[in-house]
C-alpha cells in the first residue's frame, strides 16, 4: 500500500523559514516523480514543486521560484521542501504527491498518490 506522510507544518511568521518532509513507503521511491500540491481555503490546488526520480531535474512555479527549494534522499525515502522568505500567501495546506510519470504542475489534479497534507501557516 502506498503511503505518504508529511510533516514539518507550523506558523511562522513572514520572512521566515520552514522544512516540510513527506516519508514515502509501499512503493519504490526511486522510480517515481515526486510533487509538492498546496491548497488555500476556497483555492483550486497548485502545483508547488516537482523533482524526477534521481534528483536531478526540479520545477518549481512561478509563486515560489527562488525562494522554495524540493528535494529528495532516495536512501530514506524521503521528499523534502524547504521554503524561505514565506508570505502570507504561502498559508495553505502541503501535500506531497508521487506518480510514475512527469505532469505538469499545472495538472495537479492527475498525481497518482497522494499524503493527508500538512498545514503551513504564514502569519504575525
Known amino acids: 500500500e502506498v503511503q505518504l506522510v508529511e510533516i514539518g507544518g507550523a506558523l511562522v511568521q513572514p520572512g521566515g523559514s520552514l522544512r516540510l518532509s513527506c516519508a514515502a513507503s509501499?512503493?519504490?521511491?526511486?522510480?517515481?516523480?515526486m510533487y509538492w500540491v498546496r491548497q488555500a481555503p476556497g483555492k483550486e490546488r497548485e502545483g508547488v514543486a516537482s523533482i524526477s526520480m534521481g534528483g536531478i531535474s526540479t520545477f518549481y512555479a512561478d509563486s515560489v521560484k527562488g525562494r522554495f527549494t524540493i528535494s529528495r534522499d532516495n536512501a530514506k525515502n524521503t521528499l523534502y521542501l524547504q521554503m524561505n522568505s514565506l508570505k502570507p500567501e504561502d498559508t495553505a495546506m502541503y501535500y506531497c504527491?508521487?506518480?510514475?510519470?512527469?505532469?505538469?504542475?499545472?495538472?495537479?489534479?492527475?498525481?497518482?498518490?497522494w499524503g493527508q497534507g500538512t498545514q503551513v501557516t504564514v502569519s504575525s
Open positions: 504527491a508521487a506518480d510514475t510519470s512527469w505532469l505538469s504542475l499545472r495538472r495537479p489534479n492527475e498525481f497518482s498518490y
Open positions: 509501499g512503493f519504490t521511491f526511486s522510480n517515481f516523480w
